[in-house]
């Protein structure tokens, strides 16, 4: 009993440690004409993945940008939805990420991106381990790659919902404002109709009463 718990503490230290140090993700609203930036102090040699996708806004595209210690363009996208750029640091220092909504003149953006640095820790950090790993252990193991696995899935399918919200939003207020549109239109001709069969018979009576006089 006191193994599985101790091993259970390590898959939770685990989890914990991947959040706090690895996990780089922000949603954030871009106004138009807005170009916001993103700063990482990343060591030479390290993997590093930048994802990134446009949850509401207009065409739900957006300009995006990364530049090493040096200013040097590692990758450079626009207008684009969503993307993934892995890289491996050349150098080492801060390197920057922007993402820009410059070309739209009045929709603002809500953006969301996953800057992973680094590779995930290990689940059993042993340096001077030469066992092979337990039957609990393995299981450990196979839990944390697939807990890892349901947050990523997690994540997608949270943003791929706000996206259809936004977008069912959006078409419920065109509906709308159409159906709005419509009965103004169907007002307006009816009162016309009414005014143009009144204008026959007023004309039709003046003319009688000419004849008769």
Known sequence: MYGFSRVLLQVLSAQLLCVLVLGS??????PDNAKQCFYEDIIIGTKCTLEFQVVTGGH???DCRLEDPESI?????MKKQYDSFTFTAAKNGTYRFCFS???STFTHKTVYFDFQVGDDPPLF???????????MESACVSIHEALKSVIDYQT?????EAQGRSRAEDLNTRVAF????????LLVVSISQVVLL????????TTTTRVGS
Not at 25 to 30: I, V
Not at 198 to 205: L, N
């Open 25 to 30: 993700e922000l949603t954030f609203e871009l």
């Open 101 to 103: 909504n410059e070309f």
């Open 125 to 135: 950090p042993n340096e001077n381990r030469v066992t092979a790993l337990t039957q």
């Open 60 to 62: 739900y595209d957006v």
């Open 156 to 160: 997608h399918f949270r943003l791929r």
């Open 198 to 205: 009144r204008s026959f018979f007023s004309d039709r009576k």
């Open 73 to 77: 363009t590692l990758y450079k996208e």
């Open 178 to 185: 159409w159906s709005i549109g419509e009965a103004i239109i």
